[in-house]
């Protein structure tokens, strides 16, 4: 079951082909939300058509297949209330002040033109009457005021840094970034429009992802990291927004984290509380670490990949790109795991795993009342 607080999912895998036939209770699919690895069983006997293809972020209750009984049916997919947000995306005459208006609060037209009311042309006044809505203060959307010592000393200030991402994940960034002495967040960016003029640790929510290079031309900050850790995706995909327009990625390394001699990191990595890199590991770019992972010696990461509490590897270990570890895992001395693979929590590798695979480990326990 999908936890109560999850709002989307990743549709990692059909374990069987489209219109082949399943059986009431077989596996069809696996499901992955920020905390689990989840089996889709079908509930039916009948045969597969596929809406919805593999690595597909999907919402909660969105209908990704259908159950037939014949194999050569062509079915209709239902529509759901996601489809219908695209309906409310019609284009209206955006005046040119209005423009002006928005891409100096670095605004998205395509969210304004959904979220703000009425059928006639946005004015000027709309956008203003926006940004007051949504907290947007004027003195950050005319690209804020002079700092007396940061403006003053530029080169031994502290680096001042953009989080991408203002959910749980920022939280855990921010708390690292309390201990860090060289570093500090001014300003965060989400897509969630009700997050935007809030605050999060005191630091401002400026806007979504329309709004970073705009923050970045005010010199609002020095270099970004992306807090999201539940989506490979959308980590390689902030990457490589970020590289195009030529902004600096950071790495955050808890101070309570040990990065030993010899260790080399690239950039974008997120490496929390009680992590271990070894002697003479390679580390990739846009990494996500989470407390007490053991890196061990002369092992390498590639990019992208995500690990969960708990992760544990044994020397000389090569973990290939975009791979999503589970909690509490354990591996063998020289093994290799492929690139696109997911490892469920739990798991206690001993051999190689190949490229894209699916890694799940069925733990039985029994739960009764103490009386």
């Known amino acids: 079951m999908v936890n109560a607080n999850e709002d989307s999912a990743l549709l990692c895998a059909w374990t069987k082909p489209d219109q082949s036939l399943a059986s009431k209770g077989e596996i069809i699919a696996v499901i992955e939300t920020s905390k689990a690895t989840i089996d889709l069983e079908a509930e039916d006997t009948g045969y597969i058509h596929i809406f919805v293809h593999a690595g597909t972020q999907v919402m909660v209750g969105e209908i990704v297949g259908a159950l037939c009984d014949k194999p050569d049916e062509v079915p209709e997919r239902p529509l759901s209330k996601y489809g219908l947000q695209n309906d409310r995306s019609v284009e209206r005459k955006v005046t040119k002040k209005a423009e002006l208006a928005a891409a100096k609060a670095g605004l998205d037209m395509k969210r304004i033109q959904i979220e703000i009311p009425g059928a006639e042309s946005i004015t000027e006044a709309d956008i203003i009457a926006y940004m007051e809505q949504h907290g947007a203060g004027q003195s950050i959307a005319e690209g804020g005021g002079c700092d007396l010592v940061d403006d003053s000393y530029p080169r031994n200030r502290q680096q001042r840094l953009l989080i991408i ?7 855990q960034v921010l708390d690292s970034l309390c201990r860090i002495e060289h570093q500090r967040a001014t300003a965060i960016v989400d897509d969630t429009p009700d997050l935007v003029g809030k605050t999060l640790m005191g630091v401002p929510i400026l806007g979504g992802q329309e709004a970073i290079e705009v923050l970045f031309k005010k010199n ?16 390689q995909r902030m990457d490589n927004m970020l590289r195009q327009v030529n902004i600096p990625m950071a790495n955050i390394i808890d101070p309570s984290a040990r990065v030993q001699r010899n260790a080399v990191l690239g950039v974008g990595n997120v490496i929390l509380a009680y992590c271990h890199i070894g002697a003479c590991t390679s580390i990739g770019n846009g990494n996500f670490f989470s407390p007490y992972v053991d ?5 390498s990461v590639g990019d992208f990949c995500t690990f969960g509490p708990g992760v544990m590897m044994s020397s000389l270990v090569k973990i290939g790109a975009r791979v999503k570890f ?3 895992i354990f591996i063998e001395p020289k093994l ?22 699916i890694v799940k480990t069925k733990i039985n326990y029994s739960i009764r009342s103490r009386d």
């Open 165 to 171: 991402g203002g959910g749980l994940g920022a939280v």
């Open 326 to 328: 589970g909690t509490g």
């Open 220 to 235: 609002l900050f020095d270099a970004a990291v992306v807090s999201v850790s539940t989506s490979i995706a959308f980590r």
């Open 336 to 357: 290799v795991v492929g690139s696109d693979s997911i490892i469920g929590s739990g798991a206690i590798l001993t051999s190689d795993i190949p490229h894209n695979s």
């Open 295 to 299: 890196v061990e010696h002369h092992c």
